[in-house]
């Protein structure tokens, strides 16, 4: 394997798209299938006897997640979204999602997005909030309400994500998660959705998609003001910003400014 990817967050987007499109001169079917066979089987190990579900994003190591799972026979799983998500993404959800992934509505919406502004394009420690609002808060809620003994996700260490000893992250509430390929370099993921035909969402043929990753639209990272990102979001779906206009003001003045109102 010849890694050429470092962190999704200080990695170009360009880089990304030309390692994939040069994905089988990286890493080579039977290496994929090495980490596929050792992950697959540490899931075995691991849920044997337990009531086990995954966590579905929709994204590429949550994709890669499924598959495996479902090949070491998990085959429960949660998508969470919110109406904040792009509605072209969550269509693609709810046609590809694996057939047991249930979706999972976390109610937040454009009344809930009026009371926390501050929150719209946010950056550093105030955009972190986001990774609570939108995947640690639902991960827990997973857990708890369908009574499971373990919660399978796709974090892995190379994108900065904090996986716990032996990948296990147990806390005091009693949740437990495991990351089976928190090990996983990007040329290994990408090389499995590759030999494995496995499709993409449409987020990764928007700007910046492979460094944006899911997200919900006013959780879009790296905007140095907030027009740039209502301009960002406008080029993938007007549709989000002339309805946010109806309820927030940055994206009316937004839309006034560039004379669309």
């Known amino acids: 394997m010849t890694p050429v990817l470092g962190r999704k967050q200080t990695s170009r987007n360009e880089d990304w798209l030309r390692a994939l499109s040069r994905i089988e001169e990286l890493i080579t079917r039977a290496e994929v299938e090495a980490y596929a066979a050792s992950a697959i089987e540490d899931i075995k190990n691991h849920t044997a006897g337990k009531r086990t579900a995954y966590a579905y994003s929709g994204g590429k190591d949550s994709i890669v997640l499924a598959d495996l799972c479902e090949k070491a026979g998990v085959h429960s799983g949660f998508f969470a979204y919110s109406d904040l998500d792009y509605p072209t993404f969550v269509d693609w959800v709810k046609k590809n999602r694996p057939q047991d992934v249930r979706m999972l509505n976390t109610g937040y919406d454009l009344d809930w997005l009026k009371g926390h502004q501050d929150l719209i394009f946010a950056e550093g420690v105030k955009g972190q909030r986001w990774h609570l609002i939108n995947q640690r808060g639902p991960f827990t809620r997973m857990f708890f309400e369908n009574g499971l003994d373990m919660l399978l996700v ?10 716990g000893p032996e990948g296990f992250i147990r806390k005091k509430s009693g949740e437990v998660r495991y ?12 090389g499995y959705i590759h030999y494995n035909r496995l499709p993409l969402p449409p987020i990764y043929g928007w700007k910046d998609g492979f460094v ?21 979001v406008y080029e993938i779906d007007p549709g989000i910003v002339i309805r946010a206009a109806a309820k927030l003001p940055s994206a009316r003045h937004f839309l006034e400014e560039e004379g669309l109102a």
């Open 179 to 190: 990351s089976p390929i928190r090990e996983w370099p990007h040329e290994a993921l990408l």
């Open 212 to 232: 944006q990753g899911t997200h919900a639209w006013p959780e879009r990272e790296f905007c140095k003001t907030i027009d740039q990102g209502y301009r960002e």
């Open 154 to 163: 796709g974090h892995r260490i190379i994108d900065g994500n904090v996986c």
